[in-house]
């Protein structure tokens, strides 16, 4: 591509050259054709004064004039056309007949000679002509240096335009050299290209938007990634869940094993309508502006995570403010960040578990609190995403966080002893004007606002 640059833009350079050139080489010609025209004149008229008071004397003058031009010749006829002096056709030709007849000047080219002829006058009597000659060839050859000093300033140009050629074509070509590798690893899947900005507007805007690309498909990808991961640790709790209760069925009398199925279907229930909210956030639907009912929400899953903490000798209180406002949030998406935070406090907390829904500004507060402890060098990890086979928290709270931001919320970990996380949530436009709450009220250390009618487990 580089040297296609360079060659087109030497051939364009030598056609306008060109072009300009040869209408200049040839005015340079009429230039000193007409130049030496004017000398010729010059020096038969010089010739005339000088060999004037001998005609007028009626004889052939002794003297005769000299110049430092080798090539130029001069010569005198009578009026009747006989040479008499100097070199020149004998007897006078055309031109020579014609000054004597006219009386003027006359100019011309005679054979390969540049010749012009000046009567010599008595008054209105020609009583002579003066006739300077010089080879036609002169001209040509003073023309012809100016050709080669133009053809030396023609090369001259041409050897910059060609270094400029290359100069500009490496500028333009290497980024987009650049840019054609970089749509190839782009197309290998390689998302780690990135264009540096070459000062180019329009490669610079290319560049940017294959930037912006490759950010976007890595981005896709590692949600890709992450949902997968995440996925199955959201659905490997209700699997081992349904598990448990058809292998504890296998082994129930027949009069218990109609309620045991009932038990798993109603868990198959739960597992679907998980796999249905995981696939409804992978794909990014949400419908606009959806209030979501909380209360509903936690009497749906009230249940089940009851008989977990059941089991484990614990009990679960949810506890709603009766003020606080709807929100603004995906069901889905609240469904399962709760599903995280609760699985977390099952699995790693311990004591009473408790779920409080509270007003907070123009937003609302879900807590969940466990007896359990976090250690202090461990809460900055809390929310990194792990791989599904480490220990530790999870990938759950990672999830969690995602879910949060994605609705316009937060999540964080406002107290390691007890461990409580809370859920800052966007609350419904429609509630109209409420009095508005400092929003540094999540810290740990406000007091909770008093909670509503208690759900105890």
């Not at 008595?122 to 133009?150: C, Y």
Request: net charge negative; glycine share 8%; hydrophobic share 45%.
């Amino acid at each position: 591509m580089a040297r296609r640059i360079v060659w087109l833009t030497v051939l364009a350079a030598t056609i306008a050259i060109t072009l300009f050139g040869l209408p200049l080489a040839a005015a340079a010609e009429r230039f000193y054709r007409a130049d030496e025209f004017r000398e010729l004149e010059r020096n038969a008229y010089y010739a005339q004064a000088d060999l004037t008071p001998a005609l007028l004397r009626g004889t052939v003058p002794d003297a005769w004039p000299t110049d430092e031009d080798e090539d130029l010749t001069l010569a005198l006829y009578s009026p009747e056309g006989e040479l008499l002096r100097g070199v020149g056709p004998d007897p006078g030709n055309w031109f020579v007949s014609r000054a004597i007849a006219k009386s003027d000047v006359r100019t011309g080219v005679d054979g390969s000679d540049l010749v012009v002829t000046v009567p010599v006058m008595d008054g209105t009597e020609v009583i002579g002509v003066v006739r300077a000659a010089t080879p036609e060839t002169k001209p040509i050859l003073r023309a012809a240096e100016r050709w080669v000093l133009m053809l030396g300033l023609a090369g001259v140009a041409l050897l910059v335009t060609w270094l400029l050629a290359r100069r500009l074509a490496a500028r333009l070509a290497d980024p987009l050299e650049d840019l054609s590798r970089a749509a190839l690893r782009l197309g290998h899947g390689d998302f780690s290209i990135r264009n540096r900005p070459v000062g180019i507007g329009e490669i610079d805007s290319v560049g940017s938007s294959m930037n912006a690309t490759a950010e976007r498909l890595d981005a896709l990808l590692e949600r890709e990634r992450a949902f997968s991961a995440e996925a199955s640790h959201q659905l490997r709790t209700p699997l081992a869940g349904l598990r448990l209760t058809l292998e504890a069925a296998l082994h129930a009398p027949p009069d218990q094993q109609a309620g045991a199925i009932r038990t798993s279907l109603a868990a198959a229930d739960r597992l679907e309508a998980t796999i249905d909210d995981l696939m409804a956030l992978a794909h990014g639907r949400r419908p606009a502006g959806e209030v979501l009912d909380i209360d509903g929400l936690l009497a749906e899953a009230q249940p089940s995570w009851q008989r977990r903490l059941e089991a484990q000798g614990r009990t679960l209180a949810i506890a709603v403010d009766p003020d606080a406002p709807k929100v603004q949030a995906s069901a889905a998406a609240v469904r399962q960040l709760l599903a995280v935070l609760l699985d977390n406090a099952v699995e790693h907390g311990a004591g009473r578990v408790t779920v409080t829904v509270r007003e907070i500004g123009d937003a609302v507060a879900i807590d969940v609190v466990d007896g359990g402890s976090i250690p202090a060098g461990r809460t900055a990890q809390l929310f990194r995403r792990r791989l599904p086979d480490e220990h530790g928290h999870g990938i759950g709270l990672a999830l969690a966080r995602r879910l949060a931001e994605a609705e316009g919320g937060r999540l964080q970990l406002t107290s390691s002893a007890p461990t409580k996380f809370t859920v800052l949530l966007p609350s419904s436009p429609q509630q109209g004007d409420r009095d508005a709450e400092p929003d540094d009220a999540v810290d740990a250390d406000r007091p909770p606002v008093s909670p509503g009618p208690e759900i105890l487990g």
